[in-house]
């Protein structure tokens, strides 16, 4: 199976802020990483797919990028409600695989 | 905009079978534009792919649980199921439904239910 590695584990930032969280595969992935939001007592929210393409109706503070086995979601100008965990998941092969998750925390 | 519900026992018996349907509604099962997937997370494992399966039955599963799963589809009630066999205290999780739209790529879920929480316990 890919191993999806996340980092940091955990994020304190405050609104307005710009962040970033890395996500780093065991092996190339080519484009094939999605990235999810999850809030508490919610299901995961695709946020990102590919790589860097945007599902409509997630704000263009959302990006990604990255190929191969690096990858970055960033979230430029930190809104109150973007305070949640993020996933990284692979969907190059199966079994999809996810990361540990990055929970990011109001300062 | 397409819905899931995951239904299904919130207590299973060790050794026993977990069996959950997960009701669609706002799409058309018959859709080749999708496939029907479970995903579970627990505390231990966090988010743990389960398999997907297409309206016309053709499926993918996480090797590990392979021997132990079985998913299928009823179009005519726009519902999808999953039955996992033997299971243990592992296998106590909070259980998803979800699909992939084929606009976004295979494996990337778009559409997910609340989530049902499964405990395995005598």
């Known amino acids: 199976d890919i191993q999806m590695t996340q980092s940091p584990s955990s994020l304190s930032a405050s609104v307005g802020d710009r962040v970033t969280i890395t996500c780093r595969a065991s092996?190339?992935?080519?484009?094939?990483l999605n990235w999810y939001q999850q809030k508490p007592g919610k299901a995961p929210n695709l946020l990102i797919y590919?790589?860097?393409s945007l599902p409509s109706g997630v704000p263009s503070r959302f990006s990604g990028s990255g190929s191969g086995t690096d990858f970055t979601l960033t979230i430029t100008t930190l809104q109150p409600e973007d305070f949640a965990t993020y996933f990284c998941q692979q969907s190059y092969t199966t079994p999809y695989t996810f990361g540990q998750g990055t929970k990011l925390e109001i300062k | 905009q397409v819905q899931l519900q995951e239904s299904g026992p919130g207590l299973v018996k060790p050794s026993e079978t977990l069996s959950l349907t997960c009701t669609v509604s706002?799409?058309?099962?018959?859709?080749?534009?999708?496939?029907w997937g479970w995903i579970r997370q627990s505390p231990g494992r966090g988010l743990e792919w389960i398999g997907s399966i297409s309206y016309s039955g053709s499926a993918y599963d996480h090797p590990s649980l392979r021997s132990r799963i079985t998913m299928s589809v009823d179009t005519s009630k726009n519902q999808f199921s999953l039955k996992l066999n033997s299971v243990t205290a592992a296998d106590t999780a909070l259980y998803y439904c979800?699909?992939?739209?084929?606009?976004?790529?295979?494996?990337?879920?778009?559409?997910w239910g609340p989530g049902t929480l499964v405990t395995v316990s005598s």
């Open positions: 979800a699909s992939e739209k084929e606009v976004y790529g295979s494996g990337s879920y778009v559409y």
């Open positions: 706002g799409a058309s099962m018959s859709s080749s534009s999708y496939f």
């Open positions: 092996q190339s992935i080519s484009i094939y």
């Open positions: 590919t790589a860097s």
